[in-house]
């Protein structure tokens, strides 16, 4: 049995897609912050990737994936009723979520898609969610209207200015944090620069701050070590040990330095796919 595309949208065109996808013992499980692992076919490589929604009714998950790589490209040769060979999850932990007061939620780039399921995690829990979303331009803001739907406070952030705040999310936070009574916990998830620098301005303020490190996986199961990460000096696994972490202990420079360690095999896979 294969899990079918209930609808494909290109989000940002060619580069940018999310699909809704049937997998209803998934969806009845799946909670903010949890993973799924996906495989096209047979002998594709299976790849993680954040829940961004999930609707147990509907028995359906949302997945948001920027085309980067062989086995993305692939995915977007794939038609709405077309059907992936494998999608196992809920999987890695699920975010600590609790009626905490005001929570502060970052996203940049495909990272908004998951921090949205986040965020309404903690509407739902009672919070009041301020989001901050970011893009380099106004056309790569993605879930603008999904987020407000149910978050009365997104602020954007651009780096051209074509619309909102021109300039990084980190200015916004800052100028929340400086001004509101007390913010209970930041959350951000996207390029792991965007959350280093979240967590840079939330240290002198001691707020809370959760980031979630899952662009560095690979098998999502903890086997590969790929996903190996420094947080308060204890080797963990952000497939199996997060892929959430308090960002304020996390070893930001050793991450950088492995988020490309497979970019060689990664070029020439995709040179063979392109052929
Ligand atoms: Fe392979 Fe975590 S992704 S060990």
Not at 49 to 78: F, R, S, W
Request: hydrophobic share 40%.
């Amino acid at each position: 049995m294969g899990y079918t595309i209930r609808v494909k949208e290109e989000l940002i065109p060619g580069q940018t897609t999310m699909m809704v996808i049937e997998a209803p013992q998934i969806a009845k499980k799946a909670k903010p912050g949890n993973f799924v692992m996906l495989r096209v076919s047979e002998h594709g490589e299976r790849i993680p990737l954040t829940i961004a929604d999930c609707d147990a009714e509907q028995g359906t998950v949302t997945i948001v994936y920027l085309v980067v790589g062989k086995t993305t490209a692939e995915m977007n040769t794939l038609k709405q009723g077309d059907q992936f060979m494998d999608v196992c999850g809920p999987l890695g932990k699920a975010t600590h979520i609790e009626k905490s007061g005001t929570v502060v939620c970052v996203g940049g780039g495909t990272g908004i898609a998951a921090m949205h399921h986040i965020a309404k995690g903690h509407v739902e829990a009672g919070n009041r969610v301020i989001a901050i979303i970011g893009a380099r331009s106004k056309n790569l803001l993605l879930f603008c209207t999904e987020l407000s739907s149910f978050c009365p406070e997104v602020r954007i952030a651009t780096d051209d200015g074509s619309e909102g705040h021109k300039g990084f999310v980190t200015e916004i936070l800052k100028d929340i944090l400086e001004t509101e009574d007390e913010v209970a916990e930041v959350v951000a998830i996207g390029p792991v620069p965007m959350m280093e620098a979240v967590c840079r301005v939330t240290l002198p303020f001691g707020t809370k701050t959760t980031v979630s490190l899952n662009s560095i996986m690979v098998d999502g199961i903890g086997m590969c070590g790929a996903c190996r990460c420094t947080v308060g000096g204890k080797t963990l696994f952000a497939c199996v040990d997060g892929p959430e972490f308090d960002g304020h202990q996390v070893d930001f420079g050793e991450l950088k330095s492995r988020l490309w360690q497979f970019k060689k095999q990664e070029e020439e896979s995709m040179e063979l796919f392109s052929k």
